[in-house]
């Protein structure tokens, strides 16, 4: 039958498909194989084989590609091998969520749907990490962090929240002048880090 020889040119790239989702088709194979040649067995019954052999023929599950996967479980481990440069805050849960992602990236068998889930898990958590120090969020500290810090001081401008968290650098719970000090120190290499 078509259907039969369909399911053994699937299993000849049976390394692209997940474990389960072959097993479970060589088994219906063998099945639909055994059906095929039984002249005792019903219509009915040669029917339920073939049946059962379609249904593991569309249920044959792709493993998925990691590679972008790996991306961002290396970008999270280089924020969290350099956390001092990060507000504690915005990190917190990326050590967890690594795990959870490292464990799909681990899996032989992880489908598509997911690697997609874990990776959009990872991406968000990425995205929330702010650099310490990075009060216009341009992705580098720079003496114009300082400078937003100080319009702000003088009333120039309005800092937001999230800002101001980002520039308390000194820690003491206030976005101020004394921050602004320390990121221009930072900028001149007269510190390495904030903490």
């Known amino acids: 039958?078509?259907?039969?020889?369909?399911?053994?040119?699937?299993?000849?790239?049976?390394?692209?498909?997940?474990?389960?989702?072959?097993?479970?088709?060589?088994?219906?194979?063998?099945?639909?194989?055994?059906?095929?040649?039984?002249?005792?067995?019903?219509d009915e019954e040669v029917?339920?084989?073939?049946?059962?052999?379609?249904e593991a023929i569309s249920d044959l599950t792709r493993k998925g590609d990691k590679t972008e996967l790996k991306t961002a479980i290396d970008k999270a481990k280089e924020i969290l091998s350099q956390e001092k440069k990060y507000v504690p805050s915005t990190i917190k849960d990326l050590s967890k969520v690594l795990e959870d992602v490292q464990n799909v990236y681990e899996d032989k068998d992880a489908s598509q749907d997911e690697i997609n889930k874990a990776l959009k898990a990872l991406v968000d958590e990425i995205l929330k990490?702010?650099?310490?120090?990075?009060?216009?969020?341009?992705?580098?500290?720079?003496?114009?962090?300082?400078?937003?810090?100080?319009?702000?001081?003088?009333?120039?401008?309005?800092?937001?929240?999230?800002?101001?968290?980002?520039?308390?650098?000194?820690?003491?719970?206030?976005?101020?002048?004394s921050?602004?000090?320390?990121?221009?120190q930072l900028c001149a290499e007269k510190i390495d880090s904030f903490q």
């Open 47 to 54: 029917k339920k084989a073939y049946d059962a052999l379609a």
């Open 1 to 42: 039958s078509k259907l039969i020889e369909m399911a053994k040119e699937l299993l000849e790239e049976s390394d692209a498909y997940t474990e389960d989702s072959v097993k479970k088709l060589q088994e219906a194979l063998e099945n639909a194989e055994k059906a095929q040649d039984d002249a005792a067995i019903s």
């Open 129 to 177: 990490a702010r650099l310490l120090g990075d009060v216009n969020f341009d992705g580098s500290v720079t003496a114009l962090d300082a400078s937003e810090i100080l319009k702000d001081q003088a009333e120039l401008k309005d800092l937001d929240e999230d800002q101001k968290e980002v520039g308390d650098v000194n820690f003491d719970e206030k976005c101020d002048s």
């Open 179 to 184: 921050d602004a000090s320390r990121i221009l």
